[in-house]
């Protein structure tokens, strides 16, 4: 049989937290779908001293619930437990996540503060030129995500404000210091996740939450919705950044 990834173009299945929700709301649809569970080689997690690398089809649960992440990186481990509930934790996976690109998803986030990498079965591509817009990434028709690689940073913490009824983020923070600087993801704010600049700058040089506190993000192009303005968006992302900061010191 040939899979079509034209206009009625078929699609990847992980574990259909996301996709087979927006189809029965006939919000998407699908020329077929290509189940991903039976590949073992997507699953798992690698820890060595620079960097930690997490199949695509590695559930969040699996992320939460890793002693070896928490050993290495307790801030990614966090973010994972913080997910939907535990149906999403158990079925949902890191590389459908990262594929959907949900404007409020907790993992870009962590993709552009721990300068990530995003594996393909094509190619490598930074997190920082994956998230292209409102649930759009650098992805190519059929182009399969297969791992993410996370730097290791110093410290870190995520810290997301939660939008009460999807527990997704209404904004969501990850602050990580690495020994080169200080990178900052946000989600929730705006149409994709973004690092912001303002918040890096003061950072790195002076990690404090006081440091992050100061810092007034322009409204302009924040979102504005039922659930938070765009003033207020741009308030929780300093003061989110700050607790982060403080937990990640806390550590
Ligand atoms: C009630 C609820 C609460 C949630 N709360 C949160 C939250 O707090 N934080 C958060 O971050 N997320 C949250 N989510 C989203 C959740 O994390 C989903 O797991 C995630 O969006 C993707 O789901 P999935 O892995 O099952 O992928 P699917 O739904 O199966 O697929 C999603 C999309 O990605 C594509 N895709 C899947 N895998 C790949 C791959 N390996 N390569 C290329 N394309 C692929 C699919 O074709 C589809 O287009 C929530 C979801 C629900 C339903």
Known sequence: MRWHWGVARSRYLAGGQSLIQSMKLRLSSAGGL???AALPDMRGIQVTADGVTIGAMTTHAQVAHSAELHAALPALAELAEG???PMVRNRGTLGGSVANADPAACYPAALLALGATVRTD???VAADAFFTGLYETALEPGELVVSVRFR???QAA?????????RL?????FVARHADGVRVGVTGAKACAFRCAPLEQALTSDFS???AERIEL????????????AVYRAALVSALAATAVMRALAR
Do not use: C, N, T, W
Not at 169 to 173: E, F, H, L, T
């Open 83 to 85: 997910i939907g509930d």
């Open 122 to 124: 094509r190619r490598e």
């Open 209 to 211: 939450p006081a440091a």
């Open 218 to 229: 322009p409204s302009g192009d924040m979102a504005s919705d039922m659930h938070a303005g």
């Open 169 to 173: 983020a209404m904004v969501g923070v």
């Open 152 to 154: 290791r940073p110093v």
């Open 158 to 166: 995520y810290e997301k404000f939660k939008q009460p009824a999807s």
């Open 34 to 36: 290509v189940d991903l």
